[in-house]
Structure formats: C-alpha cells, structure tokens
C-alpha cells in the first residue's frame, strides 16, 4: 500500500533531489520554517519543549531563531509529527544499563531517498562499488538505522561481492582480494574497533580503495582518537586518506568526509554551532556545541541539539572531534542536565 505523503513532505523530497543551490539557500530557509511551525503544531514533545522556553511561535523569521530539541529527549519521549502509524522504529546503540534513543519513522521512503542521494551527491551511483559492511555491532542487535541504509547500498550496487560481515575476517580478506581485480571501485564500510582489529590482523595494500569508519570504540576498553584509527588503517591498506560518515539514530540524512575529518553536509542539512555557556543562543564562534537541521526529518523533528563538539572550518567543512565533555558545560547547559 502506497502511503499517502503530505504536500509539505513532497516539497521536501523534491528539495533533496535538486541540484544543491549554495550553503545560504533561500528555499532551504523557507523550507525550515515551514518544517519548523508544522511540527510545533504537530510534535507533542518539541511543542511542549518550545512552551517551556517561552517562545512564541509566530516571531520565528529566522532558521537562527528556530529552537532546537535535544537529543536526548529522544529517549524519554516519543518525537513524533505524523498522524499515521510509524512504518519503523530505528533505535541507538547503548552501553548496559543506558536507554537507546527512539526514532519514529513514519514513511521510509524518504529515508531512502534521502541516504541515497546523498552517497550519489558524494560518491556516485552505488553500481558502481562492490559495497562490503563490516558492521559486527550493529549487526548484533536490532532497529539500527545504519544496518538498514548499508543494506540498501549493497542491494542497490547490484554486485555479488557487496556483503555483510560480522567476525569473519579471513573471508573478508578473501572478498577484498577479489573485489581488486574487479571492474568496480570498492568501498569497506565499517565501525571503527573492527577496523582497526582487521587492520591489525592483516595488511593489505588497496591504495585507490575507499575505507569509510562509521565511529564506534568506546566500550571496547582501547580509547583511540580518530587520528590514531586512522594511521592504523592508512598503515594497513596503503590509503593516503581515511573516510567517514557521521550518522545518528535520530537523524535520517549523513554527513560525509574524504579525509582528514573534515565533513559535508548534503543540502537539506544543515550544521550549527550553539554557544557552550547558553544553549538557547546560535554562535559565530568556531567552536561550540553541534546543532543539526535535517528537512528529511519532517515526521518526527528536524532541529536536533546534539551532544557533540562541532568546529566551522572554512566553507561547509566541519569537524567533529567528540562529545562534550561535562568541563565545557557552563552556565544555562546545567538546566538540561
């Protein structure tokens, strides 16, 4: 059954599948306020969240001015804009004890669309890849986002070498050797702590290989920079640049870098940085905590204050270099502690 799409979804998906207009898009910005006043209507929690802060709807003009949900209300609420049943539930990884966060989705098609126009704006079509996921984490549980995207990517390459793989390194390393002498390109999608244990294991030089590291070491005891994952993989397969996508359970649109941490965001969404000493105040400042627009999130809430540290590098370039530490949490932070 083909799920009926509001017109306001429909400008969306429109949106991401035009040609990207330059980082201060005026149809970017029409767009956000449109998201914006829809899901304070529509949102229970983000509406709740806006009332509490004292903001009147009607004086948001500016993307700016939008207030921004934070993230982790994602695991205490459900964040939800949609009148229909939710056609799936994503859900972020968590260390024992700790609740994952909960993403109501209510049309995956705009997921889909959204993931793979954004790997076609940064890497072209996926034929032409053999797409091999080494995923061992998210593979051993259910509802992740990133499992379901990469499973996408490797039906949408069409290749018999594109694949899932867990522990099985040997057979890895078979496949990779094949995937050499293939006509296509290869791209190894994996979390980092199996990256650098297959790094480690085996050294195979693959130097016009594309291998993209998802994050992922803590809780597995070693704490490496991403530096430190990146020499060990560069050493390993001879690359001279190490790639990386940066995701979240509550988003549906990824950022991406070809090298030395630097991140591009497609079109629809959007970085900003908000000031470490008052959340609630968007800064100029090169460094500050990490506030996302994504439009593609338009049936749950598209403006997420992270709990990540962003850098501006000049452009649209962004670094990413870890979460925010409780030493940089001043003033107004400790409302939401």
Same mark, same amino acid.
């Given at each position: 059954?083909?799920?009926?799409k509001?017109?306001?979804?429909?400008?969306?998906?429109?949106?991401?599948?035009?040609?990207?207009?330059?980082?201060n898009? !005026?149809?970017?910005?029409?767009l956000?306020?449109?998201?914006?006043r829809?899901?304070?209507? #529509?949102?229970?929690?983000?509406?709740?969240?806006?009332? /509490?802060?004292?903001?009147?709807i009607?004086?948001?003009s500016? @993307?700016?001015?939008?207030?921004?949900?934070? @993230? %982790?209300?994602?695991k205490?609420s459900? @964040?939800?804009?949609?009148?229909?049943k939710?056609? %799936?539930?994503?859900?972020?990884?968590?260390?024992?004890? +700790?609740?994952p966060?909960?993403?109501?989705v209510?049309?995956?098609?705009?997921y889909?669309?959204?993931?793979?126009?954004?790997?076609?704006?940064?890497?072209?079509?996926?034929?032409?890849? #053999?797409?091999?996921?080494?995923l061992?984490?998210y593979l051993e549980?259910?509802?992740?986002?990133?499992?379901?995207?990469?499973?996408? =990517?490797i039906?949408?390459?069409?290749s018999?070498?594109?694949?899932?793989?867990?522990?099985?390194?040997?057979?890895?390393?078979?496949? =990779?050797m %094949?995937?050499?002498?293939?006509?296509r $390109?290869?791209?190894?999608?994996? @979390?980092s702590?199996?990256?650098?244990?297959?790094?480690?294991?085996? !050294?195979?030089?693959?130097?016009?290989?594309?291998?993209?590291e998802t994050?992922? +070491?803590?809780?597995r005891? $070693?704490?490496?920079?991403?530096?430190? &994952?990146?020499?060990? &993989?560069?050493?390993?397969?001879?690359?001279?640049?190490?790639?990386?996508e940066?995701?979240m359970?509550?988003? /549906?649109?990824?950022?991406?870098?070809d090298?030395?941490?630097?991140?591009?965001?497609?079109?629809?969404?959007?970085?900003f940085?908000?000031?470490?000493s008052?959340?609630?105040?968007?800064?100029?400042?090169?460094?500050?905590?990490?506030?996302?627009?994504?439009?593609?999130?338009i049936?749950?809430?598209?403006?997420?204050?992270?709990?990540?540290i962003?850098?501006?590098?000049?452009?649209? =370039?962004?670094?990413?270099?870890?979460?925010?530490?409780?030493?940089e949490?001043?003033?107004?932070n /400790?409302?939401?502690?």
């Amino acid at each position: 059954m083909v799920k009926e799409k509001s017109n306001l979804q429909i400008q969306i998906e429109r949106f991401i599948s035009s040609e990207p207009q330059g980082e201060n898009s !005026n149809d970017f910005c029409d767009l956000a306020l449109k998201v914006f006043r829809y899901q304070a209507a #529509n949102c229970e929690p983000y509406s709740r969240y806006i009332s /509490l802060l004292g903001v009147d709807i009607n004086s948001i003009s500016d @993307v700016e001015e939008i207030p921004f949900l934070p @993230v %982790k209300l994602f695991k205490s609420s459900v @964040v939800y804009s949609s009148v229909s049943k939710p056609e %799936k539930v994503f859900t972020s990884s968590a260390t024992t004890g +700790m609740t994952p966060s909960s993403h109501y989705v209510s049309d995956l098609s705009i997921y889909k669309l959204s993931f793979k126009r954004g790997f076609e704006l940064f890497y072209g079509s996926p034929e032409r890849y #053999n797409i091999l996921a080494l995923l061992p984490s998210y593979l051993e549980r259910e509802g992740s986002s990133l499992i379901y995207m990469a499973d996408q =990517l490797i039906r949408w390459s069409k290749s018999p070498l594109s694949g899932f793989y867990l522990y099985n390194y040997a057979e890895l390393k078979e496949t =990779l050797m %094949k995937s050499m002498v293939s006509k296509r $390109e290869t791209l190894l999608l994996g @979390v980092s702590f199996a990256l650098v244990d297959f790094a480690r294991e085996y !050294n195979i030089s693959m130097p016009e290989a594309i291998i993209m590291e998802t994050g992922g +070491m803590k809780g597995r005891g $070693e704490e490496l920079s991403r530096e430190e &994952i990146h020499a060990i &993989i560069k050493g390993s397969f001879g690359v001279k640049n190490v790639h990386s996508e940066y995701g979240m359970a509550e988003l /549906l649109s990824q950022a991406y870098s070809d090298g030395n941490g630097l991140f591009r965001t497609p079109h629809w969404m959007k970085f900003f940085l908000r000031s470490l000493s008052n959340p609630l105040r968007i800064t100029d400042d090169e460094r500050g905590g990490l506030n996302i627009i994504d439009l593609s999130n338009i049936n749950s809430c598209s403006f997420i204050e992270t709990e990540d540290i962003g850098i501006k590098e000049a452009g649209n =370039l962004w670094r990413i270099p870890g979460r925010i530490q409780n030493s940089e949490i001043r003033g107004c932070n /400790l409302l939401l502690s």
